[in-house]
Structures are given as C-alpha cells and as structure tokens.
C-alpha cells in the first residue's frame, strides 16, 4: 500500500480500515499538505482525526500531528482496549523518487535532500538565467494542475472560481500573473486581502481622514500590486476583494481560531491563523478598479480553491534569517537553514493552514510545493535560487536591472521583472502577521514563541 501511495501526486490524507484483515491505516502524502491528527487517550483509545476541536485544560497537548515520512498502521488484532496490550503504531517509510528515467510504478515523491554543492564559478542571476526560464516553465505546469477542470457548484455558480491569498507580496503576485496566461480569460479570479484592527496601531489613525485598514502593509502592497496587474494583464476581470477585520471581530473568533490550529499553541500561530481564517472566509469590500476612493461594494466569494504562495520562502532563501545565516556563516549557514525549514514545512505549516481554510469549506493548493517543482529546487545549487554571495556589479558591467534585486528568492524576483512586475520585484518579504496587523494586538511585549495562556 505504501507502494501504491508513493504514486499518487499531489495533496491527500487518508484513514483506510482493512475490514478483512483488521488493520487501519492512516497517513499524509510527503510534504502533510493536508491536517491528519493522532492522539492516544488516558485510557488506551487511539483518536485519529482532521481536526482536534474544542480543547481544555491539558488536553490541548494531546493532540499531534501525524508526521509526513511514510504509512502508518495498527494491527487491531494485536492491540487495543480488549487486549493487554495498547494500540501499536507501526510505520511503512514512503518510497522516495531516484534519479534517471521514471519506469512504471516507481516513487513520484522527490528526495527532500538539498543540494549542498558550491559551483566553483557562478554567474549573477538576471531575467535570462536559465534558472528562471526552468522556474517560469515548472510553476506553469504547476499552476495547470491546480486551476484547470476546477468543478462549479450546480445550485449556485459563483462569479468566480478561483482566488487568490493577495498580500501583494512577490510570492502571490506571480501566481497571479502566471494564471492569467493559462486561465480563460473571460473568466474572474479573486484577490483576497486581508487587513486588521490593531488598537496599538489604529489608535494613532484615528483622528484622520484616511481609512486605518488601507494604512495597514498588506493592504498597501496589495493595491499596488492589483494596479500592476491591471496594467500589464487588462483583459482579465481581477476582483479585490478589501477583508476588513475590526478588532472586536478577532476577539469573537479568536477561541474558534485556537481550537482550529491545535495542537500548535503559540502567539505567532494565533496571529498567523487569525489571517488565513478571515481571508479564506473571503468576505469583504470588492473593487475591480485600482482607483480609490472606492464604492462600497459587500461582497463574499463563492470560491472553493484558493491558491497560497507558501513555500517560496523555504525553498528560495526568501526568510531574513536565511540572510543572516549567511551572513554567519556563509553558504554553509544558508544550506542548513533552508535544510531546517524544508524538513518542517509538514510539521509547522501545513496540517496547520489546512484546518483554519478548510473550515470555510475552501481547499489551499500550493504551486510552489508541486513536485516536479521541489525536485528541481532540492536539486540546483543554491546559486541557481537565490544571490546571496554575489559580487558587486557596476552600471557598465550588466547585462540587465534584475542583477541589481536583493538576494532573497532571487529566481522568483527575476522571474516576476520578465513578467512585466518590477515593482513587484522589488517587495522585501514582510510575514502575513505583520503584513496584516495580526500580531501584538493586545500587547506589544509578547514574542511569538509565547505559549498561549
């Protein structure tokens, strides 16, 4: 069986009962795309589940995710509540992909080994490295796998069929220029832009004139980037879709939001999934002009595919603490940074995410953790994906503008320049917490790492 799942492409979570022989199995594809839970009880029961739900107490620690490194399965025969002995877990590890010609049955799932190799010699990267023509062609492939043949409500078809997690940042603007070339035209895609009231901020906005939420970052970069898009993509109808949150809003969701995202249970995780679970709600002010100021148009998407731009960051160098690792310790440094952060993309993120969205009823997918994609990335040097360790360049010396973009993702920030969204391309990365104001709002002395009391 295990076999059989190293197959399959793409996204899944299963629980599988053998009635004939008695086993259950349950797993995650590779990367945990999707949430599956596991947690033993007191009294020697075995839950396994998509979600925790409403916790209490020390029950909150209870639950962990399953990890994402094979199937796992439990002979009822053998253990369990009428035996004397509990229910054991026992694990098959996923066949990885090796290198060389696919044959027939063999692993699709790509070794997650990075590439540690350091080209003696490496060129700047710029608009035509050969890097960023293999980026452009795979999230293409990518992005057709994930928007085509996407399936239309009977009752009710929504104006719209796919949206967008819109920070305006680099990693979803691309997205949304790359699918605009390979989705029908005469068809809408969404921009879900999502902004908070924070009473440390917005109490210094307040005698203004200037609505505080377009104050907030995300907001700001995400106009921009809705006017760029206009520009250089003008026969797509593009809705903006302004999600407003006030601050007694967050506070009333704020337990549901807790439940949803255990058994993670710090304030950075609060503040991440307070974004995600108001922009994948999906309810807000909608404008298809980039003109303000703007009528006030409610508007609720009837979307149920939502594409997000995780991913870039660990697999391009896109974090500041990949900066400063190699700052520290130069390549070396980078190369154990990104290998952590690719290791727990399942384990941090992902389960995670997929509980908060799909409680809307919505799906995330993710072009950039497709795995032809991640096979490229895990195997070109790190040269190839980011310039970090570049030397300088004068004016005369350069083939083109792009040479001079910071060093963070700079494939990706090569790749949006070819696309036309240079001031796109220019974006420093800013987190969703703070982009969105989710973080400190009642309190700007808490860290992240901070248990939630």
Not at 418 to 435: S, W, Y
Request: net charge neutral.
């Amino acid at each position: 069986m295990a076999k059989a799942l190293a197959q399959i492409v793409g996204p899944y979570a299963l629980v599988y009962h053998d009635s004939s022989n008695d086993i259950l199995y349950f797993g995650r594809d590779f990367l945990g795309r999707r949430s599956l839970l596991i947690r033993k009880t007191p009294d020697g029961a075995l839950l396994v589940s998509s979600v925790a739900g409403a916790v209490s107490g020390q029950d909150e620690t209870a639950w962990s995710e399953v990890e994402a490194d094979g199937l796992y399965y439990v002979d009822l025969r053998m253990s369990g509540t009428n035996c004397d002995s509990q229910y054991i877990v026992h694990k098959v590890p996923y066949y990885f992909a090796s290198s060389g010609a696919k044959a027939p049955g063999s692993s699709v799932i790509p070794s997650l080994s990075l590439n540690r190799s350091i080209p003696p010699t490496y060129t700047r990267l710029n608009i035509s490295a050969p890097a960023v023509c293999h980026l452009e062609q795979l999230l293409i492939s990518s992005l057709r796998r994930r928007v085509n043949n996407i399936r239309t409500p009977v009752a009710v078809p929504p104006i719209s069929h796919l949206a967008i997690l819109f920070s305006g940042g680099l990693d979803c603007t691309v997205l949304a220029r790359l699918a605009h070339d390979i989705y029908p035209t005469n068809q809408t895609i969404d921009l879900l832009n999502v902004a908070f009231e924070n009473p440390r901020v917005h109490k210094s906005h307040s005698s203004g004139s200037t609505n505080p939420y377009e104050l907030c970052p995300d907001r700001i970069t995400g106009r921009a980037s809705h006017a760029q898009l206009i520009r250089v993509c003008p026969g797509r109808n593009w809705i903006f879709v302004a999600i407003d949150v006030p601050y007694t809003e967050t506070m009333a969701h704020k337990q549901n939001v807790i439940d949803l995202m255990q058994p993670h249970n710090t304030e950075m995780d609060l503040s991440i999934c307070s974004a995600l679970y108001f922009a994948s709600r999906g309810i807000g002010i909608s404008s298809s002009s980039s003109d303000l100021p703007l009528p006030e148009t409610m508007y609720t998407t009837g979307v149920k595919v939502l594409l997000s731009g995780l991913g870039a960051d660990e697999l391009f160098g896109g974090y500041q603490r990949h900066a400063t690792a190699f700052n520290r310790n130069g390549f070396t440094g980078l190369l154990d940074e990104l290998d952590l952060d690719i290791g727990r993309l399942g384990k941090r993120n992902l389960g995670r995410d997929d509980r908060v969205i799909s409680h809307w009823g919505r799906e995330a997918r993710f072009p950039f953790l497709d795995e032809d994609l991640l096979a490229w990335a895990m195997n070109a040097p790190v040269t190839e994906k980011c310039g970090f360790g570049e030397s300088e360049v004068s004016q005369e010396q350069m083939e083109d503008e792009s040479e001079l973009l910071e060093p963070g993702k700079k494939v990706l920030r090569c790749l949006a320049w070819k696309l036309g969204m240079k001031q796109v391309a220019k974006e420093k990365k800013r987190a969703i917490q703070f982009g969105a104001r989710t973080a400190k709002m009642e309190t700007g002395r808490t860290k992240g790492t901070q248990l939630l009391s």
